[in-house]
């Protein structure tokens, strides 16, 4: 069982940067893919980031250049540095992993999921 807390949305304004934290417990995530989906109002869950333990890392197109995922082993983390926010980038922000080397980017494929954290930005 991995139990994951995601943390860091606010508000801000269009152009501006949050830095989203995923802390995990239960197991060591050091060997496993870890992601980052998101939820818009009235909208599915779509998947924004992921990085593998290796440091492999994927981005949605339309976060690309914009959004960097990292991890820190050590203390059992991920965080999601997002710069240049535009108002489409308002949702709740959702940490995730199937506790495996991969993760799907098909959100009903994903095992274990953050509560979330809402991000607005405003334009």
């Known amino acids: 069982q991995v139990k994951l807390e995601d943390s860091g949305g606010g508000l801000v304004q269009a152009g501006g940067s949050l830095r989203l934290s995923c802390t995990a417990s239960?197991?060591?995530?050091?060997?496993?893919?870890m992601g980052w989906f998101r939820q818009a109002p009235g909208k599915e869950r779509e998947f924004v980031a992921s990085?593998?333990?290796?440091?492999?890392?994927y981005y949605a197109e339309v976060v690309k250049g914009r959004f960097t995922i990292s991890r820190d082993n050590a203390e059992n983390m991920v965080y999601l540095q997002m710069n240049s926010l535009k108002p489409e980038d308002t949702a709740v922000y959702y940490c995730?992993?199937?506790?495996?080397?991969?993760?799907?980017?098909?959100?009903?494929?994903?095992?274990?999921w953050g509560k979330g954290t809402l991000v607005t930005v405003s334009s």
């Open positions: 995730a992993t199937n506790a495996l080397v991969t993760l799907p980017t098909d959100p009903p494929r994903v095992r274990y």
């Open positions: 990085i593998r333990w290796k440091d492999g890392t």
């Open positions: 239960g197991r060591s995530i050091s060997n496993y893919a």
